[in-house]
Structure formats: structure tokens, C-alpha cells
């Protein structure tokens, strides 16, 4: 078990270009979480995978934000035409649903600054 | 849907015991606890499952009243490795995702 990994830790980028960030879960995990958050706050759901499938997407997620999980594994996050909202720390935690018990391992994160 | 926690911060000597509370506007299946330390990821405390149960790790423990869909960590004869802020989360209807509340920021001091 390694645990969840995020890449890169720190992201800094200019208003405008697109950025994209990775997680790469525990590997017998089929579900994968992305959260976002920010300082002083709990993490807020942004989407969900089950294998390869993302089953869904934050009403408060705007179309400038895309996530994939091809083959159910590894997943991508990719926020295109950054604005200075999206300045977060962003979470991906990776689990396998047992009945109703469910344990979220989180990775560090990745902390985008945008300026 | 995102539960609501009491309260916002917490400072406590060493040996002090401390409560935190969660509660939901909606129906909980289950009540996660999270402690999160300053740069770092969170780290599952506990889940607690419908049945009102309680659950206990190390001087930890939490409770579940699912019928006022609340929910209550207990800290007790706190260590200064307790620091950090505590989330806890809640499952939507539908069990496919989990709503976190704004967290407690728990400070024990020497």
C-alpha cells in the first residue's frame, strides 16, 4: 500500500492557461473522489469515479473543469482558462465500498496558485 | 447537504477534554471523522454506521445519534499530538459521495 499520490504538490500559474493535475490511487481502489479546498474550509466534493465511469460532477463545477479516469486507474483533473477563484488546494482520496463502509485515503494534494 | 460543526475552533491544554459536534439537515447513513494537520492530507479517524452506535480509538471516540442526525467526536485527557483541524463527513443520499463539514480547529497547548 502506497498510499494515494498526487502530482505535482504545487502548481503556479498565470490567469488564463490551462493547468492539469494527476492521482494515482491505492490500486485495489475502484472509486476515486476530487475535492477542493481551500483555506479554512472542509473539503468540497467536486467529482466521483467507480472504475473508469465518472458517475458525477458538482452543480458548482463550471465547464472550464474535466476529469478523466481512462481504465479505471489513474486520474486526471484538468481546469482550462484558470481564473483566480480557482486558487485551492485540490484533493484526490481513493476508497472501495464495502456494504455501506467506506474509508477515504487522501493524497497531499495539489496546490494551485493562480496569479 | 454539507453538515454543519461546532464549534469553529477549540484551544485546550494538555489532559483537557474537548467535544466536537456535527450535525445534518439531512437523513445520514453514516458519519465519517477526519483530522487534517496543517499541510497535510486528512486521515480517517473513524466510521460510524446507522444503529446509533459508538466507536472508540486510543482516547478518541465518537458517537452517532442518527435519529437527530448528529453526530459527536469526545477527545479526552487531550496529548499535544491531537492539534489539527477535525472534519467530519456525511454521505449523500444516494452513496456516492461525501460532504464535509467546515472543520474544528482543535489547538492543544503544553
Known amino acids: 500500500d502506497t498510499g494515494v499520490s498526487q502530482n505535482p504538490r504545487h502548481k503556479i500559474t498565470k490567469r488564463g492557461q490551462n493547468v492539469t493535475f494527476r492521482c494515482d490511487p491505492i490500486s485495489e481502489h475502484n472509486r476515486l473522489y476530487w475535492y477542493r479546498q481551500t483555506l479554512g474550509q472542509g473539503p468540497e466534493f467536486l467529482t466521483y469515479f467507480q472504475n473508469e465511469a465518472q458517475l458525477e460532477k458538482s452543480r458548482l463545477l463550471s465547464d472550464r473543469f474535466s476529469a478523466e479516469r481512462p481504465k479505471g486507474s489513474f486520474s486526471t483533473l484538468e481546469i482550462q482558462r484558470t481564473e483566480q477563484g480557482d486558487s485551492a488546494m485540490y484533493l484526490c482520496a481513493s476508497s472501495v465500498r464495502q456494504g455501506i463502509n467506506e474509508k477515504l485515503f487522501f493524497g497531499s494534494g495539489t496546490q494551485l496558485s493562480v496569479l | 447537504q454539507q453538515p454543519v460543526q461546532s464549534p469553529q475552533a477549540v484551544i485546550l491544554r494538555e489532559g483537557e477534554d474537548a467535544v466536537i459536534n456535527c450535525s445534518s439537515s439531512?437523513?445520514?447513513?453514516?458519519v465519517h471523522w477526519y483530522r487534517q494537520k496543517h499541510g497535510e492530507a486528512p486521515v480517517f479517524l473513524m466510521i460510524l454506521l446507522k444503529g446509533g452506535e459508538q466507536k472508540g480509538h486510543d482516547k478518541i471516540s465518537a458517537s452517532f445519534n442518527e435519529k437527530k442526525q448528529q453526530s459527536s467526536l469526545y477527545l479526552t485527557a487531550s496529548q499535544l499530538s491531537y492539534s489539527g483541524t477535525y472534519f467530519c463527513?456525511?454521505?449523500?443520499?444516494?452513496?456516492?459521495?461525501?460532504?464535509f463539514g467546515s472543520g474544528t480547529k482543535l489547538n492543544v497547548k503544553p
Open positions: 463527513g456525511t454521505e449523500g443520499d444516494n452513496f456516492n459521495k461525501f460532504y
Open positions: 439531512k437523513a445520514l447513513y453514516s
